[in-house]
């Protein structure tokens, strides 16, 4: 079993800035790609961005540009930037593990943005 502990969310601004961590409890870490994916109310989960064990990115159209993924292998945690956030940023942002087979999610971690 992997524990995914995200922790930056909050309330900001519109145009302001946000950082998000996902620290998984296990080893193996570098072996796996990681992602953030979102939920706003009443809407669909939905994959913000992914990095692959190699490092690898991609991004969701509407965040290209603004949000930054990256991860750091040795503290096991992956990191999301989000900046110039818009109020349709606003949601619950989830880590993801994807080890094939299973995939792990942390609980998630609200992230609000004002107009």
């Known amino acids: 079993q992997v524990q995914l502990v995200e922790s930056g969310g909050g309330l900001v601004q519109a145009g302001g800035s946000l950082r998000l961590s996902c620290t998984a409890s296990?080893?193996?870490?570098?072996?796996?790609?990681m992602g953030w994916y979102r939920q706003a109310p009443g809407k669909q989960l939905d994959l913000v961005a992914r990095?692959?064990?190699?490092?690898?990115?991609n991004y969701a159209d509407s965040v290209k540009g603004r949000f930054t993924i990256s991860r750091d292998n040795a503290k096991n945690t992956v990191y999301l930037q989000m900046n110039s956030l818009k109020p349709e940023d606003t949601a619950v942002y989830y880590c993801n593990q994807d080890r094939g087979i299973v995939n792990y999610w942390g609980q998630g971690t609200q992230v609000t943005v004002s107009s």
């Open positions: 990095i692959s064990s190699t490092s690898t990115t």
């Open positions: 296990r080893s193996a870490f570098s072996l796996f790609a």
